[in-house]
């Protein structure tokens, strides 16, 4: 298949043809790639729908569930780091408690003098919960999507790819 001659001729892409391995990590000077503005907004944006940041690919198996291996690429969720997804938490937290403080500012800028203080508690109270839980798929996500923006794909961040399914010579026979 094409694909199968493509991983011939080039082993530094992995299934869907991003580069992986050094020549992810560096450009040929043997700096680390300038950070690409596109290409993080790409990749956020493939977070923030749930998919793959790298490839676009399905990236949920569930509402709090990702896969541990993109089903498209093979990227492995957790980069083969135990504590991959803290820095996930951390954005669940900041961007949940950001957007409840916004929407409390907002409802008293707009009720000022009289502010309705206990429901602005209850509410206030009942977002600072609700909305961790709502982004929390998103969060996981959107964090992934960051890391590969600030330390590329290596060969170690996808799973081990099955060989290719031999086919006879057929030139043999």
Do not use: K
């Amino acid at each position: 298949s094409a694909r199968a001659r493509a991983e011939e001729e080039d082993p530094g892409r992995n299934v869907s043809g991003a580069p992986i391995g050094p020549a992810a990590d560096r450009e040929v000077s043997g700096r680390p790639p300038e950070l690409d503005l596109r290409r993080l907004a790409l990749q956020f944006w493939r977070g923030v729908r749930l998919r793959c940041p790298l490839c676009g690919g399905g990236a949920r198996s569930g509402w709090l569930s990702i896969h541990a291996v993109c089903p498209r690429c093979g990227l492995r969720s957790d980069r083969g780091e135990p504590d991959a997804f803290i820095g996930g938490y951390v954005v669940n937290f900041v961007t949940a408690e950001l957007a409840a403080a916004l929407l409390i500012g907002i409802t008293v800028a707009l009720t000022w003098p009289v502010v309705p203080w206990r429901a602005l508690m209850w509410g206030g109270a009942a977002l600072m919960v609700a909305l961790p839980i709502l982004f929390f798929p998103h969060s996981r996500s959107v964090w992934l999507a960051i890391d590969l923006t600030f330390r590329p794909p290596r060969e170690a961040d996808f799973a081990v790819r099955p060989a290719p399914p031999s086919t006879p010579d057929a030139g043999a026979g």
